[in-house]
């Protein structure tokens, strides 16, 4: 059969990195090890339909400062599809696959820790998401790029804001964990930030508005996709959920908006950051940090360490069970959100 071949899939939501991990997988790969690479398209999609891609020195030039991923990406589940372990195992046959690198989020490595542990297939998983919500690392890649732009945004609202005098509520992505809210909304300056691991009490958001505006200054409120009213419910713009089980976010900020204005009299407008946080050039420390699990989890691979991810941890990357990194969700410690309090109102 010759030299190893090594199947690369990207699933779920992009995120920037993505192609500087391919590369660094195919880079080293190819030139330290003589391995041969296949790429599959769509996450899960590729090897359940055998669509593929190649994946060689040549087809991963210039990808480095490249948002999203050449591979393309999607939410296919393969487990909630008829006969998707075998036909991901025919396809892995076809193509003289001997495993497979998975690079995604809590749901692209869920599936990936099954085919190991269950169906015998052997699988190195890379932590991707803005959302930073993966255990067993300390960051994932693509966070830094995302809390970057939603700074910058929020640098751009506080001069509107001020220019009106009026409220302006910034929406950020980050699902069910707060890391993007907490960190750019203190590093943009805002004067509230609501995240989903604690509810809110509107009276006291509405009260920290009302400070700001006796100060003379118009305040940013930054709330979190997630975040929820003390009294209340998850506010959604509807119920429809992916292969995976998950309801689709957003609809806080113009609730929070229409809240606000309501009860303070003062008017509010809402920005909702959404998918730009996902695009466009990743930022230096993605590219350092992508590139890094790219080098570290072909390593794996030539170990034969299957059903493992490769995490930072402190500034080492080191292979921890794929199962640890997505057994649950890394959320924010009430403690850090704490240390923020000082600057709301």
């Not at 003379?216 to 506010?235: L, R, T």
């Not at 730009?276 to 360490?305: K, N, Y």
């Amino acid at each position: 059969m010759g030299a190893k071949k090594i199947g690369v899939l990207t699933g779920g939501g992009d995120c920037p990195g993505l192609n500087a991990v391919i590369r660094g997988i195919v880079r080293k790969g190819v030139q330290e090890y003589g391995y041969r690479f296949v790429g599959f398209r769509d996450g899960w999609r590729g090897p359940l339909e055998g669509d593929t891609v190649q994946l060689d020195i040549p087809a991963v030039r210039g990808i480095l400062p490249r948002g999203g991923t050449i591979l393309g990406s999607s939410r296919t589940n393969p487990l909630k599809v008829e006969n998707g372990i075998r036909r991901i195992k025919e396809n892995l046959a076809k193509y003289e696959v001997d495993s497979l690198i998975a690079i995604g989020g809590e749901d692209t490595l869920g599936v990936a820790a099954r085919l190991t542990d269950e169906y015998g297939i052997d699988v190195v998983g890379v932590p991707k998401t803005i959302d930073n919500d993966l255990s067993a690392t300390d960051y994932t890649f693509g966070f830094d790029t995302a809390v970057g732009i939603a700074t910058e945004a929020i640098d751009r609202l506080h001069t509107t804001a001020e220019s009106h005098m009026r409220v302006l509520v910034v929406e950020v992505m980050g699902r069910h964990a707060g890391w993007i809210a907490l960190h750019s909304g203190l590093a943009g300056g805002a004067n509230v930030i609501l995240i989903p691991e604690q509810r809110f009490d509107l009276d006291q958001v509405c009260a920290w508005v009302t400070s700001r505006f006796k100060a003379s200054y118009a305040p940013i409120v930054v709330v979190a996709e997630g975040a929820m009213p003390k009294d209340g419910e998850m506010v959604l713009k509807d119920g429809t959920q992916d292969s995976f089980g998950h309801v689709r976010l957003s609809g806080v900020g113009e609730w929070l908006a229409k809240e606000i204005e309501g009860r303070t009299g003062k008017e509010a407008r809402t920005t909702v950051l959404g998918h730009v946080q996902r695009g466009g050039t990743p930022s230096a420390f993605d590219r350092w940090l992508a590139t890094r699990f790219g080098l570290h989890a072909i390593e794996a691979v030539r170990d034969g360490d299957f059903g493992k991810m490769v995490a930072l941890q402190g500034t080492d990357i080191v292979r921890v069970p794929i199962a640890d990194a997505t057994s649950k969700l890394k959320t924010v410690d009430p403690k850090l959100y704490a240390e923020v309090g000082v600057f709301f109102g």
